[in-house]
């Protein structure tokens, strides 16, 4: 029995073609001239609870998606210069998390510690038994979890094991959970994974835990940003690319951040470090806010 095809509908396919890849304007305003605006800022940021020295933040995500590769970046962007204190797997399959274990990282500007700390957990797997647990992520924001600790694939962390925190105070809680997701991906997410993330946004939303999407790669999504990253905020691919992850996760977009990681540059750039620090902003203003709201109470 033969096999029949269909010349497609040129017409269509003419009209699929004409439809535009980038927008008229912007549907986004942002300014590509506040780089040293938002470093002022940072390095100038003061605690909004007095018995607090540090804005902790738990970056999570998918394996591969680039969270210790964001950690990098921002720490670039302070430093003027490419850093890699968060080691990052640079094979091109990832099977399983190259974090196996939480560790902080602080944020510096030259010589000056900021008040910031990033805790890098293990890559989320959509396998029930495999990647950084639910439970793992939820107890690491409350600060049950001591830094050290090796994440078990098969086993979250129990409150009878010796890294488990039993009495944690403000200083050892996270005040912001930062779900890093990849643009040239999103689509092909695994419902299992997204099961994870929305688990776990509804156990900490009840805390009143902000939440913030990086939503990474956006030059590998569309060619038109990897060769003007001006055009983040007119690209018709980024733009439904973020309202496909705001509906699959729950997170509003304008809560989502669109960024490019530091990855085969050698050198730091303006435009790349604008993007970092004004997601880094609103985590840190999130995060704060949540501090100053009373996050005792977790």
């Not at 998390?97 to 602080?106: A, E, R, V, Y």
């Not at 094991?161 to 039993?166: L, P, R, T």
């Amino acid at each position: 029995m033969g096999l029949f095809f269909t010349k497609p509908d040129e017409k269509l396919m003419q009209q699929w073609q004409q439809q535009p890849k980038e927008l008229d304007k912007p549907w986004r305003d942002f300014s590509w001239g506040q780089k040293e605006a938002l470093k002022e800022n940072l390095k100038n940021f003061s605690m909004s609870h007095p018995d607090v020295n540090h804005v902790k933040i738990l970056v999570a995500g998918q394996i591969g998606a680039g969270k210790s590769s964001f950690i990098n970046s921002v720490d670039s962007a302070f430093q003027g210069r490419i850093t890699s204190r968060a080691l990052v797997n640079a094979s091109d399959g990832y099977s399983h998390s190259f974090t196996q274990i939480l560790k902080g990282f602080s944020i510096r500007s030259g010589g000056k510690k900021l008040p910031f700390v990033f805790k890098d957990i293990m890559g989320l797997e959509p396998d029930v038994l495999a990647g950084s647990q639910t439970e793992d992520i939820i107890n690491a924001l409350y600060g049950h979890v001591k830094d050290g600790y090796k994440f078990n694939q098969e086993q979250a962390l129990r409150y009878n094991d010796q890294q488990y925190n039993c009495e944690p105070n403000l200083s050892d809680q996270c005040f912001c959970l930062v779900y890093v997701i990849a643009a040239d991906t999103v689509q092909f997410t695994d419902d299992r994974l997204i099961d994870k993330l929305r688990i776990i946004r509804q156990r900490i939303s009840e805390k009143g835990i902000p939440q913030v999407i990086v939503m990474t790669k956006v030059d590998e999504a569309c060619p038109q940003v990897k060769n003007d990253l001006r055009k983040i905020y007119k690209s018709k691919k980024i733009k439904e690319k973020m309202e496909l992850c705001s509906a699959k996760v729950g997170v509003p977009m304008n809560h989502i951040f669109p960024v490019k990681n530091y990855h085969n540059e050698i050198d730091t750039d303006d435009d790349v470090d604008v993007l970092i620090l004004k997601a880094f902003d609103q985590i840190v203003r999130s995060a704060n806010a949540r501090l100053s709201n009373g996050a005792s109470n977790l």
